[in-house]
């Protein structure tokens, strides 16, 4: 990356991945995925190579979220670096494919752009996933689809929290995106989420491809969700859970939780609140994928990331 006059001159995305069923119960990208494998007119952009691709097939097919471990978590170097033996766990193996096929990780020969499309059973509604604060592309991509797609929503949660943040599949790529939208049962395909899906992923095509082209985009600010904290539920001293997110709270993704607002609800009726300092606005509430991680929601703070304008690199 190089500046002149404040304008961040950046590699043009030549090569884009589209994964579906890095959970294999998350039904809309695989849908989606399945649908531009057979006919990818719709993906198709100038100066671009689109790659739709189902990243755990085997979880797809018995529509589980996976095999032996969670395939969004395996991508860390010792996964990838470990040796090709027998009986090592399904995942694992194929986060060593997938990082032969797209990576390798960290390299001038990685893909561009990983879209990863997921689900999720919390009320969410649209909601992209960073994993950088100082992506220039990535932080001009999201502005650009939030703009084009207002007035409807679209939030962003940006993971770089040192404990909280893990090795993702689409951390593969340069430039890593999560897609993540809901709520909709796991197996369970809803129309309103899948065309939610599909039109950001037009969007978010769209500016690659204007972005090829040589259109500069002008300097531009982000609202963000940041990651704080992972919140398990109150549980006995079996490690069995003992409440429930409370009404008030179920189903209020991206709404404030100030201290002394109501957090669970005990099985005998008592009322749990929060307790923090700081106002947080709490997100991934009550998933069910996160029953098995001990994790009842995710607390995030609000913040306004700045981004330098951007345009192609020209040789």
């Known amino acids: 990356m190089s500046s002149r006059t404040n304008i961040s001159c950046l590699q043009e995305a030549k090569r884009v991945a589209i ?3 890095t959970h294999g119960n998350e039904m809309s990208g695989i849908m989606l995925v399945n649908m531009w494998i057979q006919n990818a007119a719709e993906i198709e952009r100038n100066r671009l190579v689109t790659k739709p691709f189902i990243s755990n097939p085997r979880a797809v097919e018995k529509c589980t979220r996976y ?3 969670d395939l969004n978590r395996a991508f ?6 470990a040796p090709d033996v027998q009986g090592l766990p399904y995942e694992v193996q194929r986060a060593k494919e997938i990082n032969q096929m797209f990576g390798p990780k960290g390299s001038s020969d990685a893909y561009d752009v990983i879209f990863d499309l997921h689900n999720t059973t919390s009320n969410m509604g649209s909601t992209l996933i960073l994993e950088s604060s100082t992506d220039l592309f990535n932080l001009q991509m999201v502005h650009y689809i939030k703009k084009t797609m207002t007035p409807r929503t679209c939030s962003v949660l940006l993971n770089e929290h040192p404990q909280l943040k893990y090795s993702t599949t689409r951390s593969v790529a340069k430039h890593p ?6 709520p909709q049962p796991q197996g ?3 129309s309103n989420v899948f065309e939610s899906m599909r039109t950001i992923l037009k969007h978010a095509l769209d500016f ?5 082209s040589g259109v500069e985009f002008p300097p531009c600010t982000v609202e963000v969700f940041k990651v704080q904290e992972r919140m398990d539920y109150p549980r006995d001293t079996n490690g069995n859970i003992t409440a429930m997110v409370h009404p008030h709270l179920q189903d209020c993704d991206w709404e404030p939780l100030n201290q002394g607002d109501p957090m669970f609800l005990t099985f005998d009726g008592r009322t749990i609140l929060y307790e923090g300092a700081s106002t947080v606005y709490p997100t991934f509430i009550n998933e069910a994928a996160y029953y098995e991680k001990q994790q009842a929601f995710m607390t995030t703070c609000r913040e306004i990331l700045a981004a330098n304008a951007i ?5």
């Open 19 to 21: 994964f579906g069923g």
């Open 311 to 315: 345009r192609k690199a020209f040789k």
């Open 177 to 182: 995106i999560g897609l993540e939208v809901g």
């Open 208 to 212: 690659i491809e204007l972005f090829n």
């Open 76 to 81: 860390t170097p010792e996964n990838l670096s």
């Open 67 to 69: 095999i032996n471990t």
């Open 188 to 190: 369970v395909l809803r």
